[in-house]
Nanobody, 127 residues
């Protein structure tokens, strides 16, 4: 049974930081791209940041560039998202997804379609 579990969400004031983690069990992530997505109430889900299977290629939504950093530790089967300088507009449910297709580039658009998803972790940023 594959399980994707996000953690690290919470409530912070604008300008604060959070570090999200996504731990996968029952599925070795080493050959698979992964990504973080978010969905705010009344809005469509959007790709925040995705990373390829080697961890050497990352991409970010324009809205988070320079503030968020994605990383992965394949030995721990875990994906991270360091979020700094948080803004109220970052408030959303954050989801992790791991690709089902081996060794793809790591575009969020690909992972969003075919990924294995977690249940999400809530991030709330107050002004």
């Amino acid at each position: 049974l594959v399980q994707v579990v996000e953690s690290g969400g919470g409530s912070v004031q604008a300008g604060g930081s959070l570090r999200l983690s996504c731990t996968v069990s029952g599925y070795a992530i080493g050959d698979y791209a992964m990504g973080w997505f978010r969905q705010a109430p009344g809005k469509e889900r959007e790709g925040v940041s995705c990373i390829n299977w080697t961890g050497l290629s990352m991409n970010y939504a324009d809205s988070v560039k320079g503030r968020f950093t994605i990383s992965r530790d394949n030995a721990k089967n875990t994906l991270y998202l360091q979020m700094n300088s948080l803004k109220p507009e970052d408030t959303a449910m954050y989801y992790c997804a791991v690709d089902r297709v081996r060794r793809r580039f790591g575009y969020c658009s690909d992972i969003g379609v075919s990924g294995i998803w977690g249940q999400g972790t809530q991030v709330t940023v107050s002004s």
